[in-house]
């Protein structure tokens, strides 16, 4: 069973830190892909960050790129983002998934994706 369970998530002051880890399993980590969206009430679910699993190679939505860094941990199967200088629009909700194949590519576009996790709040108060 594919499972992709997301933490870390919590409340913070605009300029301040946060780190989100995704743990997952039941598949061939070094494989896929993993990316990271996020879903704000009212808005649609936006790509933040992605991770190729074939290179190491890492793709960022505009609104986070130069704050936001992703990592990935082969060996415990778990991908990380780094949030720095967090400011409130970045409060949402923060979704791992898993993509279909192992590239990023360009873009985020969620049908490429085909596990989420079920999600952690982030929210950044000003």
């Known amino acids: 069973e594919v499972r992709l369970v997301e933490s870390g998530g919590g409340l913070v002051q605009a300029g301040g830190s946060l780190r989100l880890s995704c743990a997952a399993s039941g598949f061939a980590f070094d494989e896929y892909a993993i990316g990271w969206f996020r879903q704000a009430p009212g808005k649609e679910r936006e790509g933040v960050s992605c991770i190729g699993s074939s290179d190491g190679s890492t793709d960022y939505g505009k609104s986070v790129k130069g704050r936001f860094t992703i990592s990935s941990d082969n060996a415990r199967n778990t991908v990380s983002l780094q949030m720095n200088s967090l400011k409130p629009e970045d409060t949402a909700v923060y979704f791992c998934?898993?993509?279909?194949?192992?590239?990023?590519?360009?873009?985020?576009?969620?049908?490429?994706?085909?596990?989420w996790g079920q999600g952690t709040q982030v929210t950044v108060s000003a």
């Open positions: 998934a898993k993509k279909i194949w192992a590239e990023c590519g360009t873009g985020f576009f969620y049908y490429e994706y085909d596990y």
